[in-house]
């Protein structure tokens, strides 16, 4: 983690880089730390670029290290039951030999011997790593040995699985019910179960049918106060000799819908730009700076849908919020044509996330960036 003098610029948008530069979630922070110290596992549920990774890991670094051993496992990239294995397992692994100690490696032979872990230190940080060769057929062996193996630990274990929606698409195994046997016996290891995927992360833990069912903590983060925002980002812009007016905030504010991301990414290059007093004008400079970066992978976006998924994603870009999308003024506006055919065309945007539901039953395009650049066009 970089300390104060090391961070460039305090505006982070790729990593999370200390409490000092993170903006409030004050309130969700004690949300979590209350469920888990009392035994109750946390379904996290936000959109994408809200800030829940960086709540997640936020609320690790605000927890005694002697105290709980945390563990962050983004699934975002696994498809099947190995790679989720295995991704697992490094991080566990990884985690257990920092610091090293006698004891831990001890343990870590006794219980994955068989898996041949080889710890190497990274070449640029010096930090340890850690590689496992999980043989096939035998992933649920190894998965159940992890469990084990944080169930033993001397204090409790947390363990967030970053957009755990991903395991509902893995093809080679019941993926639910396979953790959900695995986790019920479990009395030392607490869990996060984070997704961006509204409607499957909602089915997953809230219908019936599923192994999940009622089993956890149900929380929804929403984005961050304009106000509280706002003194965050003055106070670091301050400090760099810049000077930002509450009205110019809240038009940038207003423009990204809040999206913490979007925000960040903003302020990232108007601190950036070292400009002393920081306009509305100076905001949409920046603003189209970022969108011409980004027209080749719009434009690749525009090339992957069809010609009426195209047309329906203008017209809510360019109505900004949609909360009737078959109404006569929305359809005839945009000349979208017989309803049916945009009620197929927003289902299949809904399913490629390129349109977003929210819980006011609103319709939007996901990428605040995205939707802007659309309604220049």
């Not at 109750?40 to 709540?55: A, D, H, M, Q, Y």
């Not at 991704?87 to 831990?104: D, G, Y």
């Not at 939707?371 to 066009?377: E, G, M």
């Amino acid at each position: 983690m970089a300390n104060k003098e090391a961070v460039l610029n305090p505006f982070s948008i790729t990593s999370y880089i200390g409490p000092e530069y993170f903006c409030d979630r004050d309130e969700e922070t004690k949300e979590l730390a209350g469920a888990l110290a009392n035994g109750r596992n946390v379904t996290l549920i936000s959109p994408r670029r809200v800030g829940k990774t960086g709540l997640i890991h936020h609320f690790f670094r605000s927890l005694n290290p002697k105290e709980v051993q945390c563990f962050y496992v983004d699934l975002y990239s696994t498809s099947n039951l190995h790679e989720f294995t295995k991704l697992f397992a490094q991080e566990v692994l990884t985690k257990r030999v920092t610091p090293f100690s006698e004891q831990a490696w001890s343990e870590i032979t006794h219980f994955f011997g068989a898996l041949r872990p080889v710890f190497s230190a990274d070449p640029v940080s010096g930090m340890p790593q850690c590689t496992i060769d999980v043989q096939p057929q035998r992933e649920e062996w190894t998965l159940q040995q992890i469990f084990a193996y944080l169930e033993k630990s001397a204090t409790p274990c947390y363990v967030a699985f970053d957009e755990f929606q991903t395991i509902a698409e893995y093809p080679d195994v019941k993926m639910e019910a396979l953790l959900r046997t695995y986790i019920q016996q479990l009395h030392n290891v607490h869990f996060i179960f984070s997704g961006s995927k509204k409607h499957i992360m909602a089915e997953m833990f809230s219908s019936a049918k599923r192994p999940f069912y009622r089993s956890t903590q149900m929380m929804h983060i929403d984005v961050i106060d304009e106000q509280v925002y706002y003194v965050f980002a003055a106070k670091h812009l301050s400090a760099h000799g810049q000077h930002m007016d509450v009205e110019t905030f809240h038009d940038l504010y207003t423009l990204v819908d809040g999206y913490t991301w979007n925000i960040q990414s903003l302020l990232n290059r108007l601190y950036q730009s070292g400009v002393e007093q920081i306009d509305y004008n100076r905001v949409l400079m920046t603003l189209n700076q970022i969108l011409q970066e980004e027209m080749p992978s719009y434009q690749m976006i525009c090339r992957l849908v069809t010609d009426r998924q195209l047309q329906v994603l203008q017209a809510v870009a360019k109505e900004g919020a949609v909360k009737e999308p078959g109404s006569n003024v929305f359809l005839q506006k945009y000349r979208l044509g017989a309803y049916s055919t945009v009620r197929s065309a927003m289902q299949n945007l809904l399913e490629k996330e390129l349109l977003y539901q929210n819980d006011d039953g609103t319709y939007v395009v996901y990428e605040k960036f995205f939707a802007l650049w659309l309604k220049q066009r």
